[in-house]
């Protein structure tokens, strides 16, 4: 990408797409263009089609997505699916039309088998049963996969797709019906220290691994791949380290500063047992990760709850 080339960020004001701006802007890039939701609705195929035609960007980074956690994903089951296929497909299919030069699209780890071996290699998708509570996004965004490489198969388009693991970072989601779990810690934590409540209460057994990546880090491999890859298939980014729910929450616990007990409500559904990501291919292209976990929390929650 050139420095003075047009890119477009779909999803923005997202966590992710902020801070793909963020890093093209630290990197000298000075022709981003971007639209809000209310400004262009991605599920409009009329709307988005006028925009590429009157844009004609060079290169697309679609981070847009309707996205939430356990309870949203399983409570908006239609929603998830229609809104995130008629995103993409509009978005893909018109970078096509007016001729982008590279496309990066974002999906998620949850496209991988509930039960898949571990860590996870790009070549697991698809042969399994997905996790059902979120059957219907990892259906979207495996679509999105499926779509780039059937762009790229049948009229050459240099789209490429990303999987991130679990994200974490500014301008996450802290609403506790439909944000993911370690924003929805934070803030359980936060309140509850300011409350001066005796005790925490945290969905599950604590049992299930997870691994998580800071979006600043995330945002960073997206530009390299977007800069050094050209391939076929899509890439894995995440840390391959992980941790249990349960030491998650004490981490949370000790950041915020909270003295209370911890809860674990094993009514609550756990989701996937463990998704960790396989690097090698991420690692192989020459990039790794910079921000440890720990110092990660402790910058989100500096930013989100404690600086004015």
Same mark, same amino acid.
């Given at each position: 990408?050139?420095?003075?080339?047009?890119?477009?960020?779909?999803?923005?004001?997202?966590?992710?797409?902020?801070?793909?701006?963020?890093?093209?802007?630290?990197?000298?890039?000075?022709?981003?263009?971007?639209?809000?939701?209310?400004?262009?609705?991605?599920?409009?195929?009329?709307?988005?089609?006028?925009?590429?035609?009157?844009?004609?960007?060079?290169?697309?980074?679609? @981070?847009? *997505? $309707?996205?939430? &956690? %356990?309870?949203?994903?399983?409570? #908006? +089951?239609?929603?998830?699916?229609?809104?995130?296929?008629?995103?993409?497909?509009?978005?893909?299919?018109?970078?096509?039309?007016?001729?982008?030069?590279?496309?990066?699209?974002?999906?998620?780890?949850?496209?991988?088998?509930?039960?898949?071996?571990?860590?996870?290699?790009?070549?697991?998708?698809?042969?399994?049963?997905?996790?059902?509570?979120?059957?219907?996004? @990892?259906? *979207? $965004?495996?679509? &999105? %996969?499926?779509?780039?490489?059937? #762009? +790229?198969?049948?009229?050459?388009?240099?789209?490429?797709?990303?999987?991130?693991?679990?994200?974490?970072?500014?301008?996450?989601?802290?609403?506790?019906?439909?944000?993911?779990?370690?924003?929805?810690?934070?803030?359980?934590?936060?309140?509850?220290?300011?409350?001066?409540?005796?005790?925490?209460?945290?969905?599950?057994?604590?049992?299930?691994?997870?691994?998580?990546?800071? *979006?600043?880090?995330?945002?960073?491999?997206?530009?390299?791949?977007?800069?050094?890859?050209?391939?076929?298939?899509?890439?894995?980014?995440?840390?391959?380290?992980?941790?249990?729910?349960?030491?998650?929450?004490?981490?949370?616990?000790?950041?915020?500063?909270?003295?209370?007990?911890?809860?674990?409500?094993?009514?609550?559904?756990?989701?996937?047992?463990?998704?960790?990501?396989?690097?090698?291919?991420?690692?192989?292209?020459?990039?790794?990760?910079?921000?440890?976990?720990?110092?990660?929390?402790?910058?989100?929650?500096?930013?989100?709850?404690?600086?004015?």
């Amino acid at each position: 990408m050139e420095k003075n080339a047009k890119i477009y960020v779909a999803g923005h004001r997202g966590m992710v797409g902020s801070a793909i701006v963020k890093d093209l802007q630290a990197r000298g890039f000075n022709n981003i263009v971007t639209r809000t939701s209310t400004e262009l609705n991605l599920i409009d195929q009329t709307a988005v089609a006028h925009f590429f035609d009157q844009e004609k960007p060079e290169y697309v980074f679609l @981070a847009a *997505a $309707k996205v939430g &956690g %356990i309870v949203a994903n399983n409570t #908006y +089951r239609a929603d998830f699916l229609y809104e995130n296929l008629m995103i993409q497909s509009n978005v893909i299919h018109e970078s096509y039309n007016t001729g982008v030069k590279k496309l990066l699209f974002l999906g998620s780890t949850c496209i991988y088998p509930k039960m898949a071996p571990q860590p996870l290699r790009e070549d697991y998708l698809l042969t399994g049963l997905l996790e059902e509570t979120n059957e219907p996004y @990892a259906i *979207a $965004k495996i679509s &999105g %996969i499926k779509m780039c490489d059937a #762009y +790229r198969d049948q009229y050459g388009c240099n789209f490429i797709s990303v999987m991130p693991t679990n994200l974490y970072g500014l301008n996450d989601n802290y609403d506790l019906q439909n944000s993911h779990v370690l924003p929805a810690l934070l803030r359980k934590f936060h309140e509850a220290k300011q409350n001066g409540d005796k005790t925490v209460t945290v969905w599950g057994s604590g049992s299930p691994l997870r691994e998580f990546l800071h *979006a600043t880090d995330m945002a960073n491999a997206c530009v390299y791949l977007m800069l050094h890859y050209n391939d076929r298939g899509f890439v894995n980014i995440g840390t391959g380290k992980e941790i249990s729910i349960k030491d998650l929450a004490y981490l949370v616990k000790d950041t915020v500063g909270f003295d209370g007990e911890v809860v674990f409500d094993t009514t609550k559904p756990d989701g996937t047992p463990r998704k960790l990501t396989d690097t090698t291919k991420l690692n192989g292209l020459g990039w790794k990760h910079s921000i440890e976990l720990p110092d990660g929390i402790a910058k989100v929650y500096r930013e989100k709850f404690l600086e004015v």
